[in-house]
Each structure stands twice: as structure tokens, then as C-alpha cells.
């Protein structure tokens, strides 16, 4: 895969985290610590709002993490260099999500706390209302990057001098924290001022309680393998509580980006001046399979590439096929397009499977909740209340629903040599559901897609399962021809915090390699 360098503005670096000292203040504490207190005097509301815009943009397409991990899931193809495709070993860095969003999220924690800095801060909203904001991102952003990797640095992290080369936290101390620290945001918002800068949701409280309600609702879920218990405990005291959880397309993390050059949609970006990548023929496949009008908008055109071909063949494909269909409807990918980063259809489907496992009660609770996460999928593309009723009356059905069918993602180049996505049960027609729902999420459909694979119903030619059973392309370049589990620590990493990213990597089975597990991926 070639890599795509964007235009990524760190205002931060000159609103608030800048110090008299110089810019390259960062650099003294390494990649994944920054000095939380190097500033002359942040602009609370500054730092928030370009932490915020720059998710996505460093998400899904600066690190090239949400791409590559569409990739793996078999959504998306590359057109031309697919290295990535073929599972070649990425070295992608951490080092600007955690100085670049994290660290701002920090900063205005520390300032909010610490009592020289208190009252200041009051201008940009209430202590607890900051704060709050503060943790919740930092969580939603600390979940991407240990499913992505697994052991991150995490307690030890954001602290400055106090740990110049932070420890890597275990995953399976990580996840109670995160759930912890989503409990205590919701219970410390207050009802004074309103925070200040918040392009997600204009500071409105109840729907940062929501977020971070149906969160804890898809944490506690991704851990259902590895403590059963504790996911249970978790997803019923979110489900449960007064503040909700996201229902509606209304409540959804949401940005409508500015479009100024400077924060676009980051699909906008990745397809500034290329053409790398483009709907594949094994998510196409499912899609006209089952009679999905969801197809019309994730692709811009019905002529879907195949996955895992080798670069040759990719390129001879792109020029006897110039039409092949880029990744969503032209509208989506705008410089002003909005992207949404959480939504209503995930949070219902996470119902609907806690029903499923008698988690929460109700009969017709798992039905009316698949129903309505997939009527809130389509109405988040624009589409309509019918087709999603057609869907939900055919193969999309939750209680006869045959899914997306078999010999998916065949093609001429036999990269793939055909898969399936047929649904039997309640929980293959909910994951089926949720890969489709995720879409252009990576690294949520590449997790759930991981954490699907102990389902019944392998593929009967491979033996591989999963929801769709996604086979690995022929052509796969990594030691184990399989679909990569994780990344691998980067470059700089090792370089800069070698001694505790080496004992992570040690307790990783097989070492610091694609197709290691991560403690819940069971």
C-alpha cells in the first residue's frame, strides 16, 4: 500500500500545547507521552475542537489504520499498490493519536483539575462538563488503539516526565478502565455551564451520556469471550441506566466537517488527487445477494473490484474496468460530508444480541431491536423506510433471514476463491448485520469481524468461520496466510520505549506478529 500523507493541522501545537521553549517540545518525552503542562495558556474550547476533527482524519485515514483495517475485512480493495491487501507486515505509528488528540484531551483534563488552572477554565464550560468530554474521547480513542494492537500504554501514558518511557498496559487491564472511566464521566457531568467547543454534540449533556452509555454497551460485548461475567455486568448497568442509550439517528457522534482545506471528511482526503481504493466484490457480493439498497450509496458505482489481487493484475482490472465503484456514493466523500463515528444501528444491534443471550428481558426485545438498527442504517444513508422493510421481510430477516449467500467474492484473478455469508441463527443474522451497519468503520468491522469467528457455520470449502466466513487471499505475503489478527508495534516504538514495548510484545503468543491474538479475540 502506498502511503497517503494528509494535510493535518496541529493548531494544537500553537493554541495550547506549544511551550515558550520551542515546538519541539513533545519530542522530549518520546511518542506516546507529552509534558501535560508545557503550555503558556491553552484555549480549552481550542484543543477540543481540534482534537475532535482530527479522529477522523487520523483514524481513519493519517495512520492508515481504519483503511487498512476495511481491508482486512474484505470491504474495501486496493486498486493499486496492495501490499496491504496481501497482508504485508504495516509499521503504522501510534505517535500522532496520541500527541495530536489524546493529549489535548489530557491537557484539558489537568486544566480543569489542577486549582491555579480551575477558574480559568470556567470560560469554556464547567470543570465537570470539561472533564467529562475529556474522558469519554480519550476512552473512544484508547478502545481503537488497543483492538488494534492489544497491550498499549495507557496508565502510565499522557504524564509527561513523570513516565518518559510508559509502560504497556494489558488489555485485559485496560478494558475494566475504560468501562470504569466511562461510569464515572456520566455520573460527574453537572448542570452548570456548557462546554465550549464541542463540534460532536454543541456540549449538549444528554447526549454525551448517551455516547457514553452505548460504548460501554459495545466494550462490555467485544469482552464477552475472554470474561463473560464482567461483559454482562458492564452492558446491563449501561443498558439500564436513567441516561439512555443512543436509539436515533439524532444522537449519533457525528461531525459535519467544515470543509475548509484544512478539517475535511477524511474519505474526502483519502481521495484527494487518487484513486487507491474501491468497494469490493465480496462486500458487493453480500449486498446484491441479499437485495441491499445500502450497495447504491457504499459504492459509487455496481461494478465492485476484486479483493487480494496481485498489484498486476489490480492494475489490469482499474484500466478494463474505469468505472469500478470508489468507496460510498460521491456525496458521503465531500469535503463537507459528515462522518459518523458511532451510531444508532450499532447500539440497537448490541441490544439485540444481549437479548439474544438472555442478558436483558423482554421477548420481542432481540426483534424490535435488529428491526430498528437496520431501519436507522437506512435512514442514515438516505435511504428509505421501504427498502429497509424489504430487507427486514426477506434475507435480512431476523428470524428466517438467509444473508448474503454463498461463493461471495469469487472472481476471474482467483485471489478469492469464494466465501459465504449465510445466516442460520439469531447472532450470524446480528453480526451480518453489524458488518454491514459499521461500514466505513475498519477498525469496528474488522473487530467485530474478528470477534464473530468462534460462530458456527464455516465456510465448507476452508473450514474458516466467521460473519461472512472471509477467506484470506491466495496471494497473502505474512507467515501465516491468514487475515492479521493485530498490528505490529511500530518503528518508533522500538526505538523509543524499546524495553517496555519488548515486554509487551512478549506476552503477545508468537511475538509482536500479525496473527497474534489479543486477549479477547478468542
Known amino acids: 500500500m502506498k502511503y497517503i500523507f494528509f494535510n493535518l493541522k496541529t493548531s494544537v501545537l500553537a493554541l495550547g500545547i506549544m511551550c515558550t521553549t520551542g515546538c519541539d517540545k513533545f519530542k522530549d518525552f518520546g511518542d506516546t507521552n507529552i509534558d501535560p503542562y508545557g503550555s503558556v495558556s491553552p484555549i480549552n474550547s481550542a484543543l477540543l475542537t481540534d482534537a475532535e476533527l482530527l479522529i477522523g482524519n487520523i483514524l481513519v485515514g493519517g495512520t492508515q489504520t481504519g483503511v487498512t483495517s476495511s481491508l482486512y475485512a474484505q470491504q474495501i480493495s486496493e486498486t493499486q499498490y496492495t501490499e496491504a491487501s496481501l497482508y504485508s507486515e504495516p509499521k503504522f505509528e501510534y505517535s500522532l493519536t496520541y500527541r495530536d488528540i489524546l493529549a489535548n484531551f489530557q491537557v484539558i483534563i489537568n486544566r480543569n483539575t489542577n486549582e491555579k488552572t480551575k477558574e480559568a477554565s470556567l470560560a469554556y464550560g464547567s470543570n465537570a462538563n470539561q472533564i467529562a468530554v475529556a474522558k469519554i474521547l480519550q476512552t473512544y480513542i484508547f478502545w481503537q488503539l488497543t483492538d488494534c494492537w492489544g497491550d498499549v500504554p ?84 449501561a443498558y439500564n441506566h436513567v441516561a439512555g442509550y443512543i436509539t436515533s439517528n439524532g444522537d449519533n457522534l457525528v461531525i459535519n466537517y467544515p470543509g475548509d482545506g484544512t478539517y ?206 472471509l477467506v484470506p487471499t491466495a496471494f497473502a505475503t505474512n507467515s501465516s496466510k491468514g487475515i492479521p489478527r493485530r498490528y505490529v508495534y511500530g518503528t518508533n516504538e522500538y526505538s523509543t520505549n524499546g524495553a517496555n514495548v519488548a515486554v509487551a510484545a512478549g506476552r503477545l503468543s508468537g511475538g509482536d506478529v500479525l496473527n497474534a491474538r489479543i486477549w479477547w479475540d478468542k
Open 154 to 237: 495507557y496508565s502510565q501514558a499522557l504524564q509527561g516526565s513523570a513516565f518518559v518511557t510508559p509502560a504497556y498496559d494489558k488489555q485485559e487491564e485496560i478494558y475494566p478502565k475504560l468501562i470504569s472511566t466511562l461510569k464515572d464521566a456520566v455520573a460527574k457531568f453537572d448542570n452548570g455551564l456548557v462546554v465550549k467547543g464541542d463540534v460532536f454534540y454543541n456540549g449538549n449533556i444528554a447526549k454525551w451520556k448517551k455516547l457514553a452509555n452505548t460504548l460501554q454497551l459495545l466494550i462490555s460485548l467485544r469482552m464477552i469471550k475472554a470474561s463473560p461475567a464482567a461483559a454482562q455486568a458492564a452492558f446491563t448497568q
Open 264 to 469: 475535511n471528511n477524511p474519505w474526502y482526503n483519502i481521495y484527494d488527487g487518487r484513486t487507491d481504493y474501491a468497494l469490493s466484490k465480496t462486500f458487493s457480493d453480500i449486498l446484491t445477494n441479499m437485495g441491499d439498497s445500502r450497495k447504491t450509496v457504499f459504492g459509487s458505482s455496481a461494478t465492485a473490484f476484486p479483493y487480494g489481487l496481485k498489484r498486476q493484475d489490480a492494475e489490469n482490472f482499474s484500466s478494463a474496468n474505469t468505472n469500478y465503484a470508489r468507496v460510498m456514493a460521491i456525496n458521503f466523500r465531500q469535503k463537507n460530508a459528515p462522518f459518523v463515528f458511532v451510531n444508532a444501528a450499532s447500539s440497537l444491534l448490541a441490544v439485540s444480541e444481549a437479548a439474544v443471550r438472555g442478558w436483558i428481558p423482554g421477548a420481542t426485545t432481540a426483534k424490535d431491536a435488529y428491526d430498528n438498527a437496520v431501519k436507522a442504517s437506512f435512514e442514515q444513508w438516505g435511504l428509505s423506510l421501504a427498502d429497509a422493510n424489504s430487507l427486514l421481510g426477506n434475507a435480512g430477516n431476523f428470524a428466517s433471514g438467509i444473508g448474503g449467500g454463498n461463493n461471495i467474492g469469487a472472481n476471474s484473478f482467483n485471489s478469492v476463491t469464494g466465501q459465504h455469508a449465510s445466516t442460520t441463527s439469531f447472532l450470524q443474522r446480528i453480526f451480518l448485520q453489524r458488518y454491514i451497519a459499521h461500514f466505513p468503520d475498519g477498525i469496528q468491522v474488522w473487530s467485530e469481524w474478528r470477534r464473530s469467528c468462534d460462530l458456527a457455520q464455516p465456510n465448507p470449502v476452508t473450514g474458516l468461520a466467521g460473519i461472512p466466513a
